[in-house]
């Protein structure tokens, strides 16, 4: 598995937590299990995946922050999983380049959202990453 698929999983994690009840640790074995196969994928999908939720209301700060005449509750929560992925790699994992970041959630935007999607997430981490420096 590549950076790009353990991302991918989290991405999927995060948009099933926003749906199932039954708590975060059951969704995340789930997936978990079926998808990462090395122990740095593990940790980097465990780290992401535990880090977002953990801060789930920091990064939503920032996203709401950075949108233009929308609420964060009319974003897609696929859009929204996507997006608080990169935020949180932007803002806390300084090994992964920004723009890695940046394009990682555009490609991810195109596979399962829309292109106007890829197209708001581009400007939106834009923006973000523009008042970050």
């Known amino acids: 598995m590549s950076r790009r698929a353990s991302r991918e999983t989290v991405m999927k ?3 099933q937590s926003e749906f199932h ?3 975060i640790s059951k969704v995340k074995n789930e997936i978990f299990e079926e998808s990462a196969s090395s122990e740095s994928e593990k940790a ?4 992401v995946f535990s880090g977002v939720f953990e ?3 920091e990064l939503d700060a920032v996203i709401e922050s950075h949108l233009k005449g929308w ?3 009319r974003i897609s929560k696929v859009d929204l999983s996507i997006l608080r ?6 803002k806390f994992i300084d090994e992964i380049p920004i723009s890695v970041s940046i394009n990682e959630a555009i490609e991810l935007a195109k596979k399962f959202s829309t292109a106007e999607s890829a197209s708001f997430i581009n400007g939106l981490l834009s923006s973000i990453v523009k008042d970050k420096s």
């Open 85 to 90: 992925t990169a935020v949180y790699e932007i």
């Open 44 to 47: 980097y999908i465990g780290q």
């Open 21 to 23: 009840n039954e708590g």
């Open 13 to 15: 994690l995060l948009y």
């Open 71 to 73: 609420k964060i509750n």
């Open 55 to 57: 801060k789930k209301a």
